[in-house]
């Protein structure tokens, strides 16, 4: 069965440092999305990503966020200047159209902890 | 602005009892509705979603879920536990305006006693 695939599994970063979170979405999927979970709280959309342009942000996304297809497979989420409030499990998620009822398939998650 | 409520943090049953994990959302239009399971180190993967039509819904490893909209639930159910079902089980929501933006519960663990 097809994967979302996620790279690292587990992130440990200096504050301040930058970091880039990677994945590879399912081949024929078109839509893509970066979703957080911190540690006891909700899992919370931030971004959604199509046609090489961000569709929609969240209010967590700040100037601070960035996302990039840089090569037809991978998408990646590069944080600039990493904050202890950015330690969470960050979610890749990938689906074949936009429209609300179409089913996302999520990859295993990179664990981000930021000291 | 559509919310997610999932009572109880944390859920234990016995092997082949009953699982019920609650589930009520807020949505101003017709919602779509949708169960995850996050097994350890894993991703989320999709056990059932409701998007129109019959409101009882079934989805994988013998889970099912039915939409109520007078009581705005969407409570999940499996007639008898199996230790492989202890995992994680989110349940989010989403509608036809909101692309493909799901807001989600805080989760429930399901934990299964032998």
């Known amino acids: 069965e097809p994967e979302v695939t996620q790279t690292p599994s587990h992130q440990v970063t200096q504050m301040g440092q930058e970091v880039i979170l990677r994945c590879v979405p399912i081949s024929n999927h078109l839509y893509f999305y970066w979703y957080r979970q911190i540690l006891g709280q909700k899992v919370e959309f931030l971004v959604s990503?199509?046609?090489?342009?961000?569709?929609?942000k969240s209010e967590i996304f700040d100037d601070q966020f960035s996302v990039e297809r840089p090569d037809g497979s991978n998408f990646t989420l590069k944080i600039r200047s990493t904050k202890l409030e950015d330690s969470a499990m960050y979610f890749c998620a990938s689906s074949e159209q936009g429209a609300g009822a179409n089913v996302l398939t999520f990859g295993a998650g990179s664990r981000l902890t930021v000291l | 602005a559509q919310s997610v409520t999932q009572l109880g943090s944390h859920v234990s049953v016995s092997e082949g009892a009953l699982v019920l994990l609650r589930c009520n959302y807020s949505s101003s239009v017709p919602p779509y509705l949708f169960w995850y399971v996050q097994y350890p180190n894993q991703g989320l993967q999709l056990l059932l979603k409701y998007t129109t039509g019959a409101t009882l819904v079934k989805g994988i490893n013998g889970f099912e879920a039915e939409f109520k909209k007078s009581e705005t639930s969407f409570h999940l159910t499996k007639p008898s536990a199996h230790m492989s079902d202890a995992a994680e089980y989110f349940c989010?929501?989403?509608?036809?305006?909101?692309?493909?933006?799901?807001?989600f519960g805080a989760g429930t663990i399901l934990r299964v006693k032998s």
């Open positions: 990503f199509y046609n090489n342009e961000i569709s929609e």
């Open positions: 989010a929501v989403t509608d036809r305006e909101s692309g493909n933006k799901l807001v």
